[in-house]
């Protein structure tokens, strides 16, 4: 059997790696993927836990479960947006966005 | 009594009805109901005279002091609080009568004479105003309340004079009227302050006889408040605004500027009558010789103006004058014991508004009719204007004191009691009143005799006024002609008691000869076509002429201390202070402050990346901090 | 320690998932980094399997990878426009971003390793799809039925919301 500590490395990885795309890439969609590695990395985390350390119970399984409905919920209307974005300015550079500052 | 009160809310309500409805009433409408509601409120004051003097004296002789409604309105805490109410003692009720009169006289008068004018709803509107505010004043339960209705009739005589605000010496009359009374009222009010704050009280006549701090401070406030009342009345050296009043419409000078506004003054010592005669006599002598000076001075200007309104103005300062010093010259409350004055001097104000009113509403017609002020334009109008001639000349004769107009009663005690207080006073004054008597004869025969400006009247033929014009002019004049012979004494005197007018033989006939000589001197010089007379002796005396046709340049010294000490010695300074200190120092926080501002507002990128990476950072030292610990 | 079949099952997915993420935030083509996010998802599936929740991994290669990877192809060949690729970063935010992740990274996973958790105890057995059934559906503790509802009417306005918004005016 696999350490548990194994299985957090690599969702952990996965995090900062999201993280590390969403603070540099600068294409919206990029940035939008770098979420999703976030998101799955804390789905890995919950299955985790719930398997090792709580085997008796549900409750990080339905997490997981229900944070995959959502997540496709949130991409359904990030992606609404970005071409909303896209059909107004052209392109989906994050760095045109800053219409609305101040 | 309570009826009393509608005599202060109806004109009240015709102000706010016409001010508000505005152009949107037709301007006889608008006249028409400004007309009643005044003639209405004078039937009131009659009826209120009626019924007050009716009722009868007290057991102690006199005439008691009614309050038909009050309400304490502002409570300062002890026995201090300002009331608003409604009082009636003899004087009150007099002024009534004066006010309301003239003030009715003056709307009729005035469908005549602004007919066609642009704002005429205005006009009456501030009429109704004015009249509200004046009758308030003499209504006064506490000196408080008239210090409050003193100052609207302030503000309604600014709007009065500036009436025409497209003229350019109408604004600024309205604006010298107003700061100077203003000025003056400054004193009036630091003398209703201390007077409340040491003797505990508003009202006109404190409970318990003063002492201590009281006793001696009331000359102060009392002097004080003789200033305000020098500031309404026009006396030297507060007399400037007056003569540049006349920029407004003639009928305003004739209700405000000649009988009823600038009485208040003299309403106002009458007012505090007892308090002067009990603690402050000195105060009351000195306000005499100011009343005196003033008389003088504004009968020696008034011997020189051209401008026939400015000619009625100083006339009026002179007038006010004399009433000024009947009451200064009192030294008791009875009048049986040099206490005459007060009542001459109610007198006089009661007489005078009557036939200076008719002055200027003659005067109104006259100009209604030449279309200038200036006396060249003049000069044998008596063919043209038969009914303004006889009234105008039964009121010169009556402010020039003959028999048996009333001028000669009122102007008689007023010199009988001036000669009761010391000779050198009687004297002086009745040659005053013979300089009164030549130059309204002046006046007269500039008017209506003398040398015709055919080329101005060929031109454009002088006319008799209108009806409701000339109406006025007779009501006054019959008026002037039986005033004299109310038994003034049996309703106003000086400690309420009943006095019988007794006319002294000595001082009438002195001063019917001055009057006599006044005018024959007059007419010597007047009447006739050339003016080589007058003429001669103005280029004799051409300094003290022109000095005098300057009015002894009293305006261009004000303007000197205002302009070239004050202004540019002490305010310019100031302002120079305000501006370059003060606000720079205020631009500079705001110029910081909108500096930083922008320097902070660069953070606020817009971009979410850089955000997010000051968000990592922010975690990141706090788990390093909370590792640490 | 042995090597086991598990040991070496999982490290070849964590090989994958992690080489296929870093790929996936790293490559210039878009295109390319949904591939890799595609391949990362099913990695993610690979380990809900191995855990022997084979419901949940059936539901992310469904759900992610079928659903979702399928949207962003889409969209990313609806929004592809010169600037697609990936511009060249500046220096200084390069090397901001990379410290301030790895710092994170280290620190994330000193904590990590050095918490005492649980003993854990690892239970072999697939878990029934009745059982999770009945859990969704049930009222009772330890019932799901209301965030499964809230997050069916979720989706509903997640698709009213989308229409609305992606719409032409």
């Not at chain 2, 508000?20 to 006889?28: A, Q, V």
């Not at chain 3, 809230?150 to 005016?169: D, N, P, T």
Request: glycine share 8%.
């Amino acid at each position: 059997m696999v350490q548990m500590e194994y299985y957090l490395i690599v969702s952990t990885v996965m995090m900062f790696v999201g993280i590390y795309g969403f603070l540099t890439r600068r294409n919206l969609l990029a940035m939008l993927i770098s979420v999703e590695l976030i998101l799955n990395s804390v789905d890995i985390n919950f299955v985790v836990f719930n398997r090792f350390l709580f085997p008796g119970q549900l409750e990080g399984f339905f997490f997981s479960l229900f944070a995959i409905g959502i997540s496709a919920a949130e991409t359904a209307v990030a992606i609404a947006i970005i071409i909303n974005i896209y059909r107004n300015m052209k392109n989906i550079q994050v760095r045109n966005l800053d219409k609305m500052k101040w | 009594m309570e009826y009393t009160t509608l005599i202060l809310l109806l004109p009240f309500l015709g102000f706010i009805l016409l001010g508000l409805l505005g152009t949107r009433l037709r301007p006889g409408v608008a006249g028409a109901i400004g007309t009643i509601v005044t003639g209405v409120v004078a039937i009131l004051c009659y009826w209120t005279a009626f019924e007050y003097f009716g009722a009868g004296r007290d057991a102690s002789g006199v005439y008691p002091v009614m309050i038909p409604w009050n309400t304490v309105w502002l409570p300062f805490g002890g026995s201090l609080h300002i009331d608003l109410g409604i009082m009636l003692d003899p004087i009150s009720v007099m002024m009534l009568i004066v006010i309301s009169t003239v003030s009715l006289m003056v709307h009729i008068y005035s469908f005549g004479y602004m007919k066609g004018e642009r704002g005429f709803q205005r006009y009456y509107s501030f009429l109704s105003l004015f009249t509200m505010s004046m009758l308030g004043l003499v209504l006064a339960t506490n000196i408080f309340q008239m210090y409050i209705f003193w100052e609207l009739v302030g503000v309604s005589s600014y709007l009065l004079i500036g009436f025409y605000y497209t003229r350019k010496e109408a604004v600024a009359a309205s604006k010298k009227a107003f700061i100077v009374t203003r000025f003056a009222d400054l004193g009036f009010l630091i003398g209703i302050l201390i007077y409340g704050f040491y003797t505990g009280s508003f009202s006109f006549t404190p409970d318990a006889p003063l002492m201590g701090t009281a006793k001696m401070l009331l000359p102060v406030a009392l002097g004080l408040m003789f200033i305000g009342g020098a500031g309404k009345s026009a006396m030297f050296p507060l007399h400037i605004w007056l003569p540049d009043a006349m920029e407004g419409p003639t009928p305003v000078s004739a209700l405000i500027h000649a009988a009823t506004m600038v009485v208040a003054g003299v309403y106002l010592v009458a007012r505090m009558f007892p308090l002067f005669i009990g603690y402050a006599p000195e105060v009351l002598h000195i306000t005499a010789y100011v009343g005196a000076f003033t008389a003088l001075y504004a009968a020696v200007v008034a011997c020189v103006q051209s401008d026939i309104k400015r000619v009625l103005a100083f006339s009026t300062i002179s007038q006010i004058g004399f009433m000024i010093v009947a009451l200064g010259v009192c030294t008791s409350s009875d009048p049986h014991e040099g206490g005459l004055g007060y009542m001459a001097s109610m007198f006089h104000l009661f007489t005078h508004a009557m036939f200076k009113a008719l002055l200027f509403l003659g005067a109104g017609c006259i100009i209604h009719a030449v279309h200038s002020n200036e006396m060249s334009a003049m000069g044998g109008l008596r063919k043209y204007m038969p009914v303004t001639h006889i009234t105008f000349l039964v009121a010169c004769l009556s402010i020039a004191g003959i028999w048996p107009l009333s001028g000669f009663f009122s102007k008689d005690e007023i010199l009988a009691a001036c000669f009761n207080f010391s000779p050198w006073m009687g004297w002086v004054m009745t040659a005053i009143a013979g300089l009164t008597a030549f130059y309204m004869f002046r006046l007269y025969y500039c008017i209506f005799w003398g040398k015709e400006n055919t080329e101005l009247h060929t031109e454009h033929r002088p006319h008799e006024a209108p009806l409701s014009m000339t109406l006025p002019l007779v009501f006054l004049a019959a008026v002037t002609l039986v005033a004299g012979w109310i038994p003034f004494g049996e309703f106003v005197s000086s400690n309420g008691q009943a006095y019988h007018i007794h006319i002294d033989w000595t001082v009438a006939g002195t001063s019917l000869c001055v009057a006599a000589l006044g005018i024959a001197i007059a007419t010597w010089m007047y009447l006739r076509e050339d003016r080589t007379v007058a003429d001669g002796l103005a280029d004799r005396f051409s300094g003290l002429h022109k000095a005098a046709y300057h009015r002894f340049y009293i305006d261009e010294i004000y303007q000197f201390i205002t302009h070239k000490i004050i202004f540019a010695c002490i305010s310019t300074p100031i302002a120079w202070f305000d501006r370059h200190i003060v606000d720079g120092f205020m631009n500079l926080l705001a110029i910081v402050t909108n500096k930083v501002s922008w320097a902070i507002r660069q953070m606020q990128s817009g971009y979410i990346q850089r955000y997010s990476i000051w968000f990592l950072g922010g975690a990141l030292g706090l788990a390093i901090i909370l590792l640490l610990v | 320690m042995n090597i086991t079949l598990d040991l070496i099952v999982f490290a070849v997915l964590a090989l994958f998932i992690v080489v296929s993420s870093i790929l996936a935030v790293t490559t210039k083509r878009i295109l390319r980094a949904a591939t890799y996010l595609l391949f990362v998802l099913f990695g993610t599936a690979g380990i809900y399997f191995q855990l022997n929740y084979s419901f949940l991994g059936a539901v992310q290669l469904l759900i992610y990878a079928g659903g979702i990877t399928v949207l962003y192809v889409f969209s990313i060949l609806l929004t592809s426009s010169e600037g697609d690729q990936a511009e060249k970063l500046k220096k200084g935010k390069f090397i901001a971003g990379l410290a301030a992740t790895l710092a994170a990274l280290g620190i994330c996973l000193f904590v990590m390793l050095k918490h005492k958790f649980l003993s854990p105890v690892f239970e072999h057995g697939e878990l029934p799809v009745r059982e999770i059934g009945h859990a969704l559906m049930s009222a009772e503790k330890y019932g799901y039925v209301l965030p499964f509802e809230v997050i069916s009417v979720l989706l509903l306005a997640c698709i009213i919301g989308g229409i609305m918004i992606a719409r032409k005016r």
